[in-house]
């Protein structure tokens, strides 16, 4: 096999074999790509990973459905969007995995009002605490109203 198609080869492999999950977000220094404000507090924090293994971060998710929105990166080339929980700041969960809740009660850094939980329990007691209504990510990302 000539080299150029050896190289090519390897090359389309190694794309292929980009990062599944996102790399951390560095809180403090980090700019919302959307926004450009400093990534400061993990309760909002979302990231979005691209096909090519790129992550995206964003100071809150409202910044998030934004980017998206604004044709910024087509959606074939999203290969998937994670959120920090509000409950539980340190930890990072799929889209799949959580319900974005509505309030105007929550100060988001960018006044989306929209605070994530994992499925499940945590989100009975993050609308509870603070008075809203809990969706899934694609009711948000398909242009549901907050």
């Given amino acids: 096999?000539?080299?150029?198609?050896?190289?090519?080869?390897?090359?389309a492999v190694l794309a292929a074999c980009g990062a599944s999950t996102p790399r951390a977000i560095a809180f403090g220094s980090e700019a919302c790509a959307h926004?450009?404000?400093?990534?400061?507090?993990p309760r909002y924090a979302a990231?979005?990973?691209t096909t090519t293994g790129k992550t995206i971060?964003?100071?809150d998710p409202g910044c998030l459905l934004d980017y998206l929105a604004s044709g910024a990166i087509a959606a074939g080339k999203v290969q998937g969007v994670w959120f920090h929980g509000f409950l539980e700041p340190d930890s990072v969960y799929s889209?799949?995995?959580?319900?974005?809740?509505?309030s105007d009660t929550l100060r988001t850094?960018?006044?989306?009002?929209?605070?994530?939980?994992?499925?499940?329990?945590?989100?009975a007691e993050l609308e509870r605490l603070v008075g809203g209504r809990g969706r899934a990510w694609d009711e948000l990302r398909t242009g549901a109203t907050r």
């Fill in 57 to 59: 971060a964003f100071d």
């Fill in 1 to 11: 096999m000539p080299f150029r198609l050896l190289a090519a080869a390897a090359l």
């Fill in 95 to 102: 889209a799949a995995d959580v319900r974005l809740v509505h």
């Fill in 109 to 123: 850094p960018m006044a989306s009002g929209l605070a994530v939980a994992r499925n499940g329990p945590g989100v």
């Fill in 47 to 49: 990231v979005l990973l």
């Fill in 35 to 41: 926004c450009h404000m400093s990534i400061a507090d």
